[in-house]
């Protein structure tokens, strides 16, 4: 950046880079960064895609008359903005390691000053395209940058927990599907077209959740990324079977019948975030 120019602000996900301020915030939240990690940062995201040497950082980072052990402090400087981040050098989402030449930063990089959207070239694969990068800044479902790390351990549990608890009410449904028929015959009266639907639905459910089952049990990369690919069938069909409990409604009552079914309804947001949160953790690990 030349003198005079007017200070810019860069946003890259749910962060921003403010020049003026010298600060990197997340989702409108400052987060603590020395001024170094933050050059280093500024440098990078001013070439989203591009090459950017060791020997830039090193002119950018340090004065010619600084004598310090250049290697071993640039690294200091990129393990800190990768763990501010959340970032991973074997598994790079924004900053990207090229051994003995230099870094690239891999996210799409909007510059806000009145000047043009800059955004970096990068495969598919690695990271959202830019329209979606500055979708998930506002769309109320979870952003994989905004989670935390958590032992894969746990998540897995809890993620298989779920598929387990759809998968019985597929079973239990069609392997009592003659008592489940008379009971909606006698709330609905005749409730074929119901009894149609939930065979199909439960059909359709089973394969899919045993693949889910599958995916976390044989720990298969890129869960999260498969499962929103996924997010908008399985929604539809797991909110169809959040009204489950009320077949129960008889031995259960009215009441917790709906209390479960409140609980359940929100289960399909639960396993996006948890499928995310995998991806993220292990990334981070």
Do not use: C
Not at 148 to 177: E, N
């Amino acid at each position: 950046m030349q003198p005079g120019e007017p200070k810019r602000l860069f946003r890259f996900g749910v962060y921003e880079v403010d020049e003026a301020s010298g600060e990197l915030r997340k989702s409108g939240v400052r987060i603590r960064l020395q001024d170094q990690p933050f050059q280093a940062l500024t440098l990078l995201i001013e070439r989203p895609g591009e090459v950017v040497t060791r020997d830039e950082l090193r002119q950018r980072l340090w004065s010619g008359d600084t004598f310090v052990d250049f290697d071993h402090g640039l690294n200091t400087i990129m393990n800190k903005l990768r763990e501010v981040l959340g970032d991973s050098a074997s598994k790079p989402r924004y900053i990207e390691t090229l051994a003995k030449r230099g870094y690239r930063f891999v996210y799409p990089v909007e510059v806000v000053n009145g000047q043009a959207s800059v955004s970096a070239a990068v495969p598919t694969s690695a990271v959202d395209s830019p329209a979606q990068a500055a979708a998930s800044s506002t769309s109320l479902l979870t952003h994989p940058d905004e989670l935390p790390k958590v032992p894969s351990g746990r998540v897995r549990v809890l993620f298989t927990l779920i598929q387990v608890m759809y998968l019985s009410f597929y079973i239990v449904a069609l392997a009592r599907l003659g008592h489940v028929e008379e009971l909606l015959d006698q709330v609905f009266g005749h409730s074929g077209w119901i009894v149609a639907v939930l065979v199909v639905t439960a059909v359709i459910g089973i394969p899919i959740r045993l693949y889910l089952l599958a995916a976390v049990l044989f720990d298969i990369k890129d869960l999260g990324h498969k499962f929103r690919r996924m997010f908008a069938a399985t929604f539809v069909l797991d909110e169809l079977w959040a009204l489950a409990p009320f077949l129960l409604a008889p031995q259960i009552g009215i009441g917790l019948a709906l209390a479960a079914t409140a609980a359940i309804l929100y289960l399909p947001f639960a396993q996006r975030t948890l499928a995310l949160m995998r991806d993220h953790s292990a990334a981070r690990g």
